[in-house]
């Protein structure tokens, strides 16, 4: 079975700064996806940005990207020029590649972003 | 374009109540499947099925019970509510493909009493 952590509760950080968080996985898989989600006072799940485990190159969107360290079994987040409406919870989330459409979640980080 | 679509938002149940969580999507997506979200416990898998009359029991399956008898649909029973089951409910469903990509629907708050 796969596990994921989060090992950040609680991260603040101010607006238009940058901040990482932090996700390890652990799993015997070698094809698989991993998924950072960002959950708003809405609670509305949306998806930020999702990485192939055979791909090498880290994924971005914008102001978003990974570091992707699959050696480690870890997977950051890092958010640049921080904004008020990034505010939210996020979780990290693990797919197996085989033929699997289940997410295993991580337990989540809140971020708030400080004006 | 719905997406996928859950009702109620909001429910209160008394303890041995039973009740039905809908969930239906209009992307003709064949994987559908249901999580409950508690507060430090990230999201989990319930049941999933990947298509019209298959059905299968995720993470924490007891106390839930699920069918599908069309590809749009995807409804939870709850035959006897306990408090336990205080939580939000989210529904989700995926395309074949390689994008792997879930789309939520904006959750059931349900409160056992």
Same mark, same amino acid.
């Given at each position: 079975?796969?596990?994921?952590?989060?090992?950040?509760?609680?991260?603040?950080? /101010? &607006? =238009?700064?940058?901040?990482?968080?932090?996700?390890?996985?652990?799993? $015997?898989? +070698?094809?698989?996806?991993?998924?950072?989600?960002?959950?708003?006072?809405?609670?509305?799940?949306?998806?930020?940005?999702? /990485? &192939? =485990?055979?791909?090498?190159?880290?994924?971005?969107?914008?102001?978003? $990207?990974? +570091?992707?360290?699959?050696?480690?079994?870890?997977?950051?987040?890092?958010?640049?020029?921080?904004?008020?409406?990034?505010?939210?919870?996020?979780?990290?989330?693990?797919?197996?590649?085989?033929?699997?459409?289940?997410?295993?979640?991580?337990?989540?980080?809140?971020?708030?972003?400080?004006? | 374009?719905?997406?996928?679509?859950?009702?109620?938002?909001?429910?209160?149940?008394?303890?041995?109540?039973?009740?039905?969580?809908?969930?239906?999507?209009?992307?003709?997506?064949?994987?559908?499947?249901?999580?409950?979200?508690?507060?430090?416990?990230?999201?989990?898998?319930?049941?999933?099925?990947?298509?019209?009359?298959?059905?299968?029991?995720?993470?924490?399956?007891?106390?839930?019970?699920?069918?599908?008898?069309?590809?749009?649909?995807?409804?939870?029973?709850?035959?006897?509510?306990?408090?336990?089951?205080?939580?939000?409910?989210?529904?989700?469903?995926?395309?074949?493909?390689?994008?792997?990509?879930?789309?939520?629907?904006?959750?059931?708050?349900?409160?056992?009493?």
């Amino acid at each position: 079975a796969q596990t994921v952590t989060q090992s950040q509760p609680e991260m603040s950080v /101010q &607006e =238009a700064e940058t901040v990482t968080l932090s996700c390890t996985y652990d799993t $015997s898989e +070698n094809n698989y996806y991993l998924f950072w989600y960002k959950q708003p006072p809405s609670r509305q799940m949306i998806l930020v940005i999702r /990485q &192939e =485990a055979y791909k090498q190159q880290n994924a971005t969107e914008n102001r978003f $990207s990974v +570091n992707f360290q699959k050696a480690a079994k870890s997977f950051s987040l890092k958010i640049s020029d921080s904004q008020l409406g990034d505010t939210a919870m996020y979780f990290c989330a693990f797919m197996t590649g085989a033929g699997s459409y289940q997410l295993t979640f991580g337990k989540g980080t809140k971020l708030s972003v400080i004006p | 374009n719905a997406g996928v679509t859950q009702t109620p938002k909001f429910q209160v149940l008394k303890t041995g109540q039973s009740m039905t969580l809908q969930c239906a999507q209009d992307m003709n997506h064949e994987y559908m499947s249901w999580y409950r979200q508690d507060p430090g416990m990230g999201l989990r898998l319930i049941h999933y099925s990947v298509g019209a009359g298959i059905t299968d029991q995720g993470e924490v399956p007891n106390g839930y019970n699920v069918s599908r008898s069309t590809t749009e649909d995807f409804p939870l029973r709850l035959l006897s509510a306990a408090p336990s089951q205080t939580s939000v409910y989210f529904c989700a469903s995926s395309g074949q493909g390689g994008k792997k990509k879930l789309f939520f629907g904006s959750g059931t708050q349900l409160s056992v009493l």
